[in-house]
């Protein structure tokens, strides 16, 4: 029973390109939550998503930065046109409901914008 | 707005002795409280959580003592072992809800 992968581990991008990271969530696992955490902060939520539902983005950027989860297919992180203030380690969470109770995290992927 | 402070941002303890780990909220409104583990490249690893309703969970070696008035948690792991070397994260949400607000970590480190 595979748990939540997040690829790329690590994603180097120069200013202007475009990220993308992919999270697949556990087997049986349909809510699927991003998270950033900062150098020496904690992580921060950022978006609540279920199947081809955006469920609470109120933690995403407004501008650049866009979330989905497909019928088929991992969810995906899109942040475009990269800033070096995007450097963090993002992480993806899943869970079976509404995370009323522990969410099983992937091993994130570490954005570094160059 | 940081609404989950852990204040210390290390702690060394020898191996055998009582690792207390302390975390302080700001929001009376959060209902749910839980620890992470994170190892190095790794994600945050759940250790254990509690519900405001209650005061003390355990499990195992770990306690999560909680005090609604001081709006303080606290982890306790006893004994502690070389390989508890991490960092601690405390979380919580309102609502019994899924946004998680993490503080910044403690690490710890058990030595021999």
């Known amino acids: 029973n595979a748990g939540v992968m997040q690829n790329p581990r690590h994603l180097v991008r120069r200013r202007g390109q475009e990220a993308r990271l992919r999270c697949s969530p556990m087997k049986g696992h349909s809510h699927v939550y991003w998270y950033r955490q900062l150098p020496e902060e904690g992580l921060k939520f950022m978006v609540y998503l279920q199947k081809e539902n955006i469920i609470d983005e109120s933690g995403m950027p407004k501008e650049r930065f866009s979330a989905e989860f497909p019928k088929e297919g991992p969810s995906i992180l899109r942040i475009q046109q990269v800033v070096r203030g995007d450097s963090a380690a993002y992480f993806c969470?899943?869970?079976?409901?509404?995370?009323?109770?522990?969410?099983?995290f992937g091993q994130g992927t570490r954005l570094t914008v160059v | 707005d940081q609404q989950v402070k852990q204040n210390s941002p290390s702690l060394s303890v020898q191996e055998g002795r009582i690792s207390i780990l302390n975390c302080d909220y700001t929001?009376?409104?959060?209902?749910?409280f839980l620890w992470y583990k994170k190892y190095p490249a790794e994600g945050p690893t759940f250790l254990i959580s509690?519900?405001?309703?209650?005061d003390k969970n355990e499990d195992g070696r770990f306690t999560v003592f909680l005090n609604k008035s001081a709006k303080h948690l606290s982890l306790h792991i006893v004994p502690s072992q070389p390989g508890d070397s991490a960092v601690y994260f405390c979380?919580?949400?309102?609502?019994?809800?899924?946004?998680?607000?993490f503080g910044k970590g403690t690490s710890l480190l058990v030595t021999p």
């Open positions: 509690i519900s405001s309703i209650k």
């Open positions: 969470a899943s869970s079976r409901d509404r995370m009323n109770t522990e969410a099983f």
């Open positions: 929001n009376s409104m959060f209902d749910y």
């Open positions: 979380a919580a949400s309102r609502d019994s809800g899924y946004a998680l607000n």
